[in-house]
């Protein structure tokens, strides 16, 4: 089955820098690579996706990057603010099977 | 409704006594999950039904826990002879689409105290 790799376990970056998360996935089926983010006492909810058919994909502050090649892909959020202190999970399928999800990241935004 | 919905919220319960958690996922939603979130941990995987089809039972940690839904409706996660260490919120999730490749809703969980 699909195992997901997830680093850094923490990370803290000032306000208005970059953060960026990594993640590595083993089946080389994987075709689906979702970001959850999971606030304070609060459930995940997705934030962005990347399908196998493309190389990176952009939503305003968040974008990620996926090399099929090196199966791994990553979550990159610019010009930080405190409203994006969570907690990210990285997650990976085949499609036809579950989603695995990585370990996650809590990422704190230092005011 | 327009979410999916998790009962009860808080659980408070003796080590030993069985409890039942119920997941009602969104219309529509044909594969659903379960999860384990233990305090400032990840997502622990523990059961996944799609359709009709035979659920992924393979994040079960042990045989006292089950869990079934009949065909795209309610389903209800029992963990029996409740130990001390099952204390943690229990998150269910549902998705349009076969396989993981939708997006997942998730309920706002069921916290599970054990005494």
Known sequence: GENVEQ???TLSVQEGDSAVIKCTYSD???NYFP???QEL???PQLIID???NVGEKKDQRIAVTLNKTAKHFSLHITETQPEDSAVYFCAATAGNEKLTFGTGTRLTIIP | GAGVSQSPSNKVTEKG???ELRCDPISGHTALYWYRQSLGQGLEFLIYFQGNSAPDKSGLPSDRFSAERTGESVSTLTIQRTQQEDSAVYLCASSRRQGGTGEL???EGSRLTVL
């Open chain 2, 17 to 19: 006594k069985d409890v």
């Open chain 2, 105 to 107: 809703f998730f309920g």
């Open chain 1, 50 to 52: 990347i399908r196998s």
């Open chain 1, 35 to 37: 970001w959850y983010k």
């Open chain 1, 28 to 30: 080389s089926a994987s």
């Open chain 1, 7 to 9: 680093h850094p376990s």
């Open chain 1, 41 to 43: 006492g609060k459930r």
